[in-house]
């Protein structure tokens, strides 16, 4: 058995809503409610669900950027804690990084495009700066930018482009896991393609493994081997590319594989879910019991656990 580079256990975190005048909490939301996740060397986990449903929060959880309220995770042989000292943090996002979704806003318009590349080789101080500039202009060279573009600055650029950019920085410090959230909801159809080329490329040049965010599952099927499928915080199915996309299981994901268009069928817009869904969830049940077409008596009285009813396929539904 393969061991997995990123275990994630249960984690879990909620947010206070505040008024407006007082600032008092009067509530909370859940935003990612006790996921299980593995990762395993030189794989893509694809996760998948509508926007608000948690996806980036998880991501920003496991980047340590926001603190979890209790959960496990445990990166290439270290335990993420809160009081991890910044020794131990530098050392752990050297190993994993983030591509962000917009490409517009994630690189300083006020850096030249090599700066942007070699600034987290200088803030790690990995090599001498000649060195630095010389891996800074390889790694124009691995994403598929001519070297004459290192002293322009990104306003110059397409989104494509600027995607590239990204993915170069990102992968400055020879990272073994690589975030990717939403990498391409910002991008043109055509230029799409080319920056998932791209991602598939180097990983198999690199081996390396992706954590793959997106809301649309047609992009998950096509760079992911495996797929987790996210509803309001939870992972309600997980398992197999194939399988997910061939044989889904439950209800939500078979509305997202419903919604993609398809050539020669009239458009339609489906929702899958939507901001009542969050109001009528009472915490016991089934979060999908306000939409779900397969409703049962148990599904208000007991939330449904993720189990696994095939080899690898796991579902959290009381129909299976």
């Known amino acids: 058995m393969r061991e997995p580079i990123l275990t994630v256990k249960g984690i879990h975190k909620d947010y206070h809503i505040k008024t407006g ?15 299980d996740l593995e990762i395993y060397p030189n794989e893509t986990l694809g996760l998948v ?19 979890p309220d209790y959960g496990r995770v445990m990166f290439d042989g270290y335990e993420l804690r809160p009081d991890m000292d910044k020794i131990a943090i530098r050392h752990v996002r050297r190993g994993m990084q983030v591509i962000f979704q917009d490409p ?28 630095i500039r010389k891996r800074a202009l390889e790694l124009l060279g691995l994403v598929g930018l001519p070297l004459d573009v290192a002293n322009r600055y990104p306003h110059e650029f397409s989104g494509g482009q600027r995607q590239r950019i990204g993915i170069a920085r990102a992968l400055a410090l020879e990272p073994r896991l690589l975030i990717c959230d939403e990498p391409v909801s910002s991008l043109d159809v055509s230029i799409q393609a080319q920056v998932l080329n791209l991602l598939v490329g180097l990983q198999q040049k690199l081996k390396l493994s992706y954590l793959f965010i997106s809301h649309d599952i047609s992009v998950v099927n096509y760079v992911s081997d495996r797929i987790a499928v996210m509803y309001m915080g939870k992972i309600v199915e997980l398992g197999p590319t194939d399988t997910i996309i061939n044989t889904p299981m439950h209800p939500y994901t078979r509305c997202l594989l ?16 939507s901001k009542k869904d969050y109001l009528a969830y ?13 409703a049962m008596d148990i599904c208000s009285q007991s939330r449904p656990r993720l189990e696994e009813k095939e080899d690898g396929h796991l579902v959290a539904c009381h129909a299976y």
Not at 21 to 35: E, F
Not at 282 to 294: A, E, K, Q, V
């Open 258 to 273: 419903a919604s993609i268009p398809r050539v020669g069928q009239r458009e339609k817009r489906i929702n899958c879910t």
């Open 21 to 35: 005048l007082t600032n008092r909490s009067v509530g909370r939301i859940t935003a990612v409610d006790k996921v």
């Open 282 to 294: 009472s915490g016991t049940g089934c979060s999908y019991l306000p939409r779900c077409d397969m």
């Open 49 to 67: 669900g509508e926007s608000g449903c948690g996806k980036s929060t998880l991501a920003r959880l496991l980047l340590m950027l926001e603190r």
């Open 104 to 131: 517009f806003g994630s690189l300083s318009p006020r850096k030249k495009v090599i700066s942007i590349i070699e600034e987290p080789l200088i803030v790690h101080a990995v090599a001498s700066r000649k060195e």
